[in-house]
Structures are given as C-alpha cells and as structure tokens.
C-alpha cells in the first residue's frame, strides 16, 4: 500500500458511519455473544490461537457477523482478504483464488477469504470455492442472515463450523452506546456528547438486538443536536425516540424468522392459545406480511386442527378472506383477528386429516380397487345392460334417511379412515355414527 492509498483508506474510515467506526478489532473489545466467545469456547481458543478452519456465520443483522469476521483479520497471521456476495462475480474469486494460491506456495502462508451474505451466492459460483477450500488454498470464513443449512451449498457446511449469532442484549447494546458516546478515537467522543441513562435504556431496548441500528440513532442524536450553552451536546430520551421512531421488526419474508413467525402463529392457534395467536399475528402485520399469506395459514389450521370439532371455523376463515379481499388494510387486521380467535378458541380435531392421509395411504398401495357396480353412474344409454347402478339401496327411501349399504370397495370393505373424537360437533358426529352401527 503506497501513501496515498493509506491515505485514502484512513479518509474512508474517518467517513464511515459509528457502527462501522466502532467495529471491536480485538476478542475483548466484542460485546456479547458469550455462547462462542466465552474464553472456554471453541471459536475463543481458536482465534486466540489463530487455528481458524473454514467457518460460517449465521444471524441476524447486527450481532456482529461482520465483526467477528474483522477480529480474525487484526488477529490471524494469515492474510485476510474479502468479498461481498451482492456484487462479486465469478471474476472476483477467481482473483483471489489465484492470489492465495501464489501466497500459499511463495511464503507458505494461508489466505482466509471473508464472504458476506454468502447465500447470495448461486449454487455455481459456492461450487467453484469447494475445490479450493477442500485443498486448503483459502479458509473460508462466510456470514450469512439466512440459515445456511437451506442456503449454502453442502459439501462447504460438511467442511465448516457452523456457529449462530445471537440477537444481542439490551445490557450489551447499552455497553455500545456508552462506548460509542465516550470513545474519542473511533466513537464520538470528540464531540463532548454525553447521554442520560433513560435514553440508553429506550434505545437499546428499541434496537431490537440490532447493534447497527443503536449506533446509528446515536449517531444522528450527535450530528443533529445543538450544543448546550456549556457546548456539551445532550442526548436525552426526546432526542433519542426522534432518532430511532419505530421499534425494529426482525421479519425477512424470504427467511428464517417469517417462517418461524407463521410456525408460531399457527401452532399457537392449534394450541388454543387465543392471546398468543393474536400477538403473532400483530408481528407479522407490524412487519408487513401479506394479509392472504396469514389467511391461507387460517384457513389451513381451520381445516386441518379443528376440523369437525367445529366446522364453522372453516367458514369463519373464508369469510375473513373474502373481507380482506374487499377491504384490505389496514382494516383487514380485523377480521384477521377475528379468525385467528375463533379458530384458536375452538375445540379441536385432527381426524379429517387424518382420514384422508389415510386414506391416500391406501389409494397409493392398493391402486384404482373395482367400484361396487351398483354404486356406478347410470344415466347414460346401455348402463343397465352392464349392470351398473342395479341393486342401488336410496337413503332417503328408508326410515331415518339411512340404510345399511356397502359403499367401499369389496376389497376394503370393512376398513374405516375417518374416528370421530369426542371434542365439540365431532360426538354429535360419533353418537350418530353409533347409532346407524358404523362405529
């Protein structure tokens, strides 16, 4: 690096935003995060020892992927090189593929390769790194929001150390602020700023376990303050809720916590938990979920976990579709609300699933069985000549509008898909069933 490059790269550090500014460089600089980085785990040993081996890590934005990543590069021997997976190409690995390569066979030393959002990678361009991780070329250190056992190619998972990043802590995220306020050589010491404790408190619980989004509120209190008549710039907890307005909603529509959102949402609804099931519901909303992706789940439990237990929670579920088509939002939050009660508060039964999973089970193992001919369609020319619908016993021609008839196919005549519980409308079903004998 020549001096005008150093002096380029200073300026750009100077010009950087707080979080990136303040970006620990050392293990005991790094907040949080105690489940890896406690001096007896693992990760702790190996970066202190410098024995990296190939590793992804996985989390969500600002707990600090990038910055564990940037440790092992002030810490390592190794040289340290980086890409981002939302620009580089295939070009760009190659580059540094080929790099590593001299650096390995000229000085013998390693090249760890830094990808952030890794999963951005297409199966090809993850697929051309294997071969040069396998051989140790590069050590592969790659951060991902998404769960990398969905996103990131196979064979690298089976040849790294998958470790999860946590949300972090409001007291860690107070620790930062604090250090951020304070720090006059990477902070915003300089500008004489001092923080009270109650807008400490509101921002890094606001933050929602995102450091990032802490640090950037506290940056912009400093930057848009008037300083006090002593020239000392106070952040108090107006300043502060001016600068961070809404509570950050955790919610990828493509990732992990959509899906364990709508997980929630749905095994709280068939756990009866009415209070839970509208609190999820209320998050999925807040983060912007398509009101007829949550519906579609409704309607689904409706049929799947209550199912003749109540039949109406179905109907309560379509009507609640039709409205939001109508409607839409914000008012649509109402009669989501309402389907999502009615069906966590009704009783419930699984066995409609279950008769047609079984159902099918039997369908794919005995194939298309004869249908009893007198069960068969008669209305076209010739039917009676092959004796279909002859012998046909009319329900409504008997007395209770029932008569005792084989209608499964001789081959299954005996077998019964669907039990009835005893759980709501499902024992009026079951005393019925009683009594015409078919339980």
Partial sequence: MDLFEYMEQKNKEKESPLAARIRPETLEEVVGQEHILAPDKLLYRAIKSDRISSIIFYGPPGTGKTTLAKVIAHTTSAEFMQLNATVAGK?????????????????????????????????????????????????????????????????????????????????????????????????????????????????????????????????????????????????????????????????????????????????????SDPDAAVYYLARMLEAGEDPKFIIRRIMICASEDVGMADPMAIVVAEAAAGIIERVGMPEARIPLSEAAIYVATAPKSNASYLAVEYASSEVRHSGNLPIPPYLQDSHYKSSAKLGRGIGYLYAHDFPGHYVDQQYLPDHLADRRFFEPGENGYEMQVREYMHRIGKI
């Fill in 91 to 271: 070009k760009d690995m190659e580059q540094v593929v080929e790099q590593a390569g001299r650096t390995l066979a000229m000085s013998g030393r390693r090249t760890i390769l830094f990808i952030d959002e890794i999963h951005r990678f297409n199966k090809g361009q993850q697929d051309y790194l294997l071969p040069f991780v396998e051989d140790g070329t590069v050590i592969l250190i790659g951060a991902t929001t998404e769960n990398p056992y969905f996103e990131v190619n196979g064979a690298l998972i089976s040849r790294s150390q998958i470790f999860e990043l946590r949300p972090l802590s409001p007291q860690n995220i107070a620790e930062l602020i604090r250090r951020a306020v304070n720090d006059e050589t990477k902070g915003m010491g300089s500008y004489n700023a001092y923080i009270d404790d109650d807008a400490v408190d509101f921002l890094a619980d606001m933050a929602g376990g995102d450091a990032r989004h802490a640090l950037n509120a506290v940056e912009l209190g400093i930057l848009s303050t008037e300083p006090d008549p002593d020239g000392r710039i106070h952040i108090t907890l107006d300043v502060a809720s001016e600068c961070i307005q809404r509570r950050v909603m955790r919610y990828d529509k493509d990732g992990d916590n959509h899906y364990d959102t709508i997980s929630a949402f749905i095994k709280s609804m068939r756990g």
